[in-house]
Nanobody, 115 residues
């Protein structure tokens, strides 16, 4: 089993920054990818950023140049640095850990960006 605990969400003004953290515990293997997804009210959950075991990064077009995902394998932790935040970034952000046949999710952390 894998447990994911997110932290770092909150309320910020447009143009501000937040840093999300996700600590993973349990059967964690560095060969597996981790990522961040978000879900705004009335919308489907969408990929924000993903980092593979080899360090390959994927970002949603809407966050490219503003968000940075990173990973510290020794701490089983993945981060999401969010800069130049916009009101449309408001959502619940979820950490994700991928195995071959299943994914694990954290409980989510709310990010609210005021205009």
């Amino acid at each position: 089993q894998v447990q994911l605990v997110e932290s770092g969400g909150g309320l910020v003004q447009a143009g501000g920054s937040l840093r999300l953290s996700c600590a993973a515990s349990g059967r964690i293997f560095n060969i597996n990818a981790m990522g961040w997804y978000r879900q705004a009210p009335g919308k489907q959950r969408e990929l924000v950023a993903r980092i593979s075991s080899g360090g390959i990064l994927n970002y949603a077009d809407s966050v490219k140049g503003r968000f940075t995902i990173s990973r510290v394998n020794a701490k089983n932790t993945v981060y999401l640095q969010m800069d130049s935040l916009k009101p449309e970034d408001t959502a619940v952000y979820y950490c994700n850990y991928e195995e071959l046949y299943r994914s694990y999710w954290g409980q989510g952390t709310q990010v609210t960006v005021s205009s």
